[in-house]
């Protein structure tokens, strides 16, 4: 058990460029959630995975942004056009059937400039 | 909606003090969960504890304490005699339970630094 790992840790990009991270939950984890958090505020919930099947998503998940889970592995987020606005922290975690927490990524921290 | 108010947005101490972090919450549903978490700056939230609405029982762990009162919908933390590694900025959290807990909304944080 390694911990829940995202890669990239910082992406710099331009805005109007594409970018996709990944994040590598506890292997035996099925649920698996993405959160964005902006400087100065709590996490806000975008998505959420139970296997592969994308079960939920926030309203705050525009067209923008789109989320996989292929084979209920690992999981990646990939936002397209990029704006100033997403430039935030985005906390991938994860949590095992009956679990009691969610164990959270260090992040990966995008700047758009 | 659900909604999580952490009022306090920094607080600084002396080590050794005492410190007290409020959470109030809004919820509609009548059974929930309720979370401390810790975010060092390495920026990785780490876990602290889980309370269910139905145990309102303080939990003391260490050096850390929780006082939950359903009558004002608030989940304060205690840590007794803080040391300069407490300092992070600390996360309370609610969730539904079942399939409404799968969705943590948290409030916006308490930064805490512990001076020597």
């Known amino acids: 058990d390694t911990g829940v790992s995202q890669d990239p840790r910082h992406k710099i990009t331009k805005r109007g460029q594409n970018v996709t991270f990944r994040c590598d939950p506890i292997s035996e984890h099925n649920r698996l959630y993405w959160y964005r958090q902006t400087l100065g505020q709590g996490p806000e919930f975008l998505t959420y995975f139970q296997n592969e099947a994308q079960l939920e998503k926030s309203r705050l998940l525009s067209d923008r942004f789109s989320a996989e889970r292929p084979k209920g592995s690992f999981s990646t987020l990939e936002i397209q056009r990029t704006e100033q606005g997403d430039s935030a922290m985005y906390l991938c975690a994860s949590r095992g059937q009956g679990a009691y927490g969610y164990t959270f990524g260090s992040g990966t921290r995008l700047t758009v400039v | 909606a659900q909604k999580v108010t952490q009022a306090q947005t920094e607080i600084s101490v002396v080590e050794k003090e005492d410190v007290t972090l409020d959470c109030v919450y809004e919820t509609r549903d009548t059974t929930y969960y309720l979370f401390w978490y810790k975010q060092p700056p390495s920026g990785e939230l780490v876990f602290l504890i889980r309370?269910?609405?139905?145990?309102?029982q303080n939990e003391i762990s260490g050096r850390y304490s929780w006082n939950f009162q359903k009558s004002t919908s608030s989940f304060n933390f205690t840590i007794t005699a803080s040391q300069v590694v407490d300092s992070a900025v600390y996360f309370c959290?609610?969730?539904?339970?079942?399939?409404?807990?799968?969705?943590?909304?948290f409030g916006g944080g308490t930064r805490l630094m512990v001076k020597p």
């Open positions: 309370r269910n609405s139905f145990d309102e």
């Open positions: 959290a609610l969730s539904g339970v079942g399939n409404a807990g799968n969705m943590l909304t």
